[in-house]
């Protein structure tokens, strides 16, 4: 049972436009949410992160929203550039305090900016 | 030092070989993992340690043994290992203190079992 789910494998947007990658959780256990960006055969790159407890962080261009109720996140990207180009993961953790539970991850969304 | 450095970056290794990669981070981090990825699948978790202590195995084959000797390194030991386990293997640190909650990985180990 897949407890993160990216719906979309693949997105295109114009350079520009905005972006919007979209994430959903089954687990109500989850509560810290991460956005990762991976080119091929590299490690993934952290990009923002959110706690259960907020519905949203931002950071430069990249902005994540939680909607805990809906079980959603989404990440913005705005303006879209080329370099944004990459697969983006969606994980979850359970902070299990002092101890430190692994990632459970979505299947990735790869976008693909247009100029 | 911001970063979590796997050796080596390509591994070719055949069925009976045993090979270890290298997992290192000088960030003062005490949690420390192993995933695989596949191609065109997400990292899934192997392996957690916790302070220096196994904490998680996601019921992963006995030829896959992790170790840690310290808390900077991370290995994982390959033993007869099938060619459906080449994959990308990620190694990931991560803060166990305050509100850093952030995991940092490293560039993988491109392993390929022949």
């Known amino acids: 049972d897949q407890q993160v789910k990216q719906n979309s494998p693949s997105l295109s947007v114009q350079e520009g436009r905005i972006s919007i990658l979209n994430c959903d959780y089954t687990n109500s256990m989850f509560d810290y949410f991460l956005w990762y960006k991976k080119y091929p055969a590299e490690g993934p790159t952290f990009l923002i992160s959110i706690s259960s407890i907020k519905d949203k962080n931002e950071d430069g261009r990249f902005t994540v929203f939680l909607n805990k109720s809906a079980k959603h996140l989404s990440l913005h990207i705005v303006p879209s550039q080329p370099g944004d180009s990459a697969v983006y993961f969606c994980a979850a953790s359970k902070y299990s305090g002092g101890g430190a539970d692994g990632l459970t991850f979505g299947k990735g969304t790869h976008l693909i900016i247009q100029p | 030092d911001t970063e979590v450095t796997q050796t080596p970056k390509h591994l070719v290794m055949g069925m009976t070989n045993k090979k270890s990669l290298k997992c290192e981070q000088h960030?003062?981090?005490?949690?420390m993992y192993w995933y695989k990825q596949k191609a065109k699948k997400p990292p899934e978790l192997m392996f957690v340690y916790s302070y220096e202590k196994l904490s998680i195995n996601e019921s992963v084959p006995s030829r896959f043994s992790p170790e840690c000797p310290n808390s900077s390194l991370l290995n994982l030991h390959l033993h007869a290992l099938q060619p459906e386990d080449s994959a990308l293997y990620l190694c990931?640190?991560?803060?166990?203190?305050?509100?850093?909650?952030?995991?940092?990985f490293g560039s993988g180990t491109r392993l390929t079992v022949v």
């Open positions: 960030m003062g981090h005490r949690a």
């Open positions: 990931a640190s991560r803060s166990t203190t305050g509100k850093t909650y952030g995991y940092t």
